[in-house]
């Protein structure tokens, strides 16, 4: 079955940017989509179609891609940014959804 | 506002089936997909699915299918989600959460439940 592949964790200290990547086959095929997740809480939608920002997300979250990996940034990371991140997306065939495996953001 | 209300936690034994409702409110329900998303205590998200409310077309994942149904009952705006022949390992939360926009090719969602626990214990 098709695959996400996300690294496991990413540190960096407030101010900074944070980057958090998602590699797979079918994303050059596939719009990618990004969620928040704090604990106890369900998943926010921060980025949709590989770079667009839903209203009331800050500027700073933004998305790119390139090929097979795409790219959410955060820029001048906060502590409250500290959360677990996923990627999703679809198979080539636009028949099943995925997640990444997820990426737990710590804010040193 | 839009808004997606689950049915409460359950607790199953193993071999049992489980069926959780979503209840939508504050939008066209038949305008937008609904998926079903699980995780499991201190794992990550896992997508198990999704139903056109308008047609009743699903979508399962591969690892889910033979066990899960999702249905829909549009006269009370209210999707469900049933897995059967439940295991230890499908105690999880389960959420349903809504499309961000209409469309077969679109993916992304924007407005989720607040998620039922369901756990499989002997």
């Known amino acids: 079955s098709y695959e996400l592949t996300q690294p496991p964790s990413v540190s960096v200290s407030p101010g900074q940017t944070a980057r958090i990547t998602c590699s797979g086959d079918?994303?050059?095929?596939?719009?990618a989509y990004w969620y928040q997740q704090k604990p106890g809480q369900a998943p926010v939608l921060v980025i949709y179609?590989?770079?667009e920002r839903p209203s009331g997300i800050p500027e700073r979250f933004s998305g790119s891609s390139s090929g097979t990996t795409v790219t959410l940034t955060i820029s001048g990371v906060q502590a409250e940014d500290e959360a677990d991140y996923y990627c999703?997306?679809?198979?080539?065939?636009?028949?099943?959804?995925?997640f990444g495996g997820g990426t737990k953001l710590t804010v040193l | 506002q839009v808004q997606l209300v689950q049915s409460g936690a359950e607790v199953k034994k193993p071999g049992a089936s489980v069926k959780v409702s979503c209840k939508a409110s504050?939008?066209?329900?038949?305008?937008?997909?609904m998926h079903w998303v699980r995780q499991a205590p201190g794992q990550g998200l896992e997508w198990m699915g999704r139903?056109?409310?308008?047609?009743?077309?699903?979508n399962y994942a591969q690892k889910f299918q033979g066990r899960v149904t999702m249905t829909r009952d549009t006269s009370i705006s209210t999707a469900y989600m049933e897995l059967s022949r439940l295991r230890s390992d499908d105690t999880a939360v389960y959420y349903c959460?809504?499309?961000?926009?209409?469309?077969?090719?679109?993916?992304?969602?924007?407005?989720w439940g607040q998620g039922t626990l369901v756990t499989v214990s002997s």
């Open positions: 959460a809504r499309a961000q926009y209409s469309g077969y090719d679109y993916w992304g969602v924007d407005y």
């Open positions: 504050g939008y066209t329900f038949t305008g937008y997909y």
């Open positions: 139903i056109n409310p308008n047609s009743g077309g699903t």
């Open positions: 079918a994303l050059p095929k596939q719009y």
């Open positions: 179609k590989d770079s």
């Open positions: 999703q997306s679809a198979d080539s065939s636009g028949t099943y959804g995925v």
